[in-house]
């Protein structure tokens, strides 16, 4: 990185993570949920949350990050993967879609260690080339559709998932199949050039993709942010991206 912190070696030796941060348009404000952050800095990272500024602020950020966080929220504009917004389709953020499309590819382009959770699957995706469901409930066989949209306390795990062996997502859980919670309504479709699913749920959805290299780029739909507390098997998503990002620094 290009500039020094102040502070003894420990925290001098901590990746610098961005977390891209949802945006309230009536009440002008950006704003975070704490699991995102509370859980890197558990895992040993320092944290910036990431504000949608001017168009080109993201060269900027990406030369002083060691890796970034795109985190959950509103729907993807559809223009981004060359479709139109179909009535199911909800919010929109234009400024972080901007923002985080471009953090994406810049950070890819550079090697930087990338965590997509559930909306940050979605844009992952989006960004590198591929495309998402606008929404699964008219897109996908709704006979066989799981409740992705479930009604259970944030940190309950409501369905189940099959995790690929030769994954990264398989060396944080250690398992073949894990319980994961849902709060979506939109999935990961045509995956992108260069990545795979590598999570799925039991009615084909997407629940995991990742880089086939050696880049760490991994994306989950699930949201271990509001798990890790009452399960600490749920950090291990967290610390394995803070890992990277420190082998990166």
């Known amino acids: 990185m290009s500039f020094k912190i102040i502070g003894d070696d420990s925290v001098k030796s ?3 993570i961005g977390v891209s941060c949802g945006i309230d348009y009536d009440k002008g404000f950006s704003y975070l949920k704490q699991g995102y952050y509370r859980a890197l ?8 949350l990431l504000t949608a500024d001017e168009e080109g602020y993201e060269n900027k950020l990406i030369e002083r990050l060691d890796g970034i966080l795109l985190s959950g929220g509103p729907d993807i504009d559809p223009v981004h993967f060359g479709e139109e917004s179909y009535t199911f389709n909800g919010n929109i953020s234009p400024d972080r879609d901007r923002q985080e499309i471009e953090l994406a590819k810049l950070a890819f382009a550079g090697g930087k260690p990338i965590l997509g959770i559930c909306r940050g699957i979605q844009v992952l995706n989006v960004a590198l080339g591929g495309t998402i469901y606008q929404d699964i409930k008219t897109q996908v066989n709704e006979n066989k559709l799981l409740k992705h949209d479930q009604d259970a306390p944030v940190w309950y795990p409501s369905h189940s998932i099959m995790i690929n062996k030769e994954s990264r997502v398989y060396e944080c859980f250690g398992e073949e199949t894990a319980r994961v919670n849902s709060f979506h309504h939109q999935a990961v479709k045509d995956v992108a050039q260069g990545f795979k699913a590598t999570a799925q749920a039991s009615d084909g959805i997407i629940e995991a993709i990742e880089y086939i290299g050696d880049q760490y780029a991994v994306g989950v739909q ?19 991206f803070v890992k990277a990002c420190s082998e990166d620094k």
């Open 41 to 48: 800095q558990k895992s040993g990272a320092l944290v910036v």
């Open 222 to 240: 699930w949201h271990p942010e509001t798990m890790w507390e009452k399960d600490n098997m749920y950090l291990e998503i967290f610390k394995a």
């Open 14 to 16: 901590m990746p610098l």
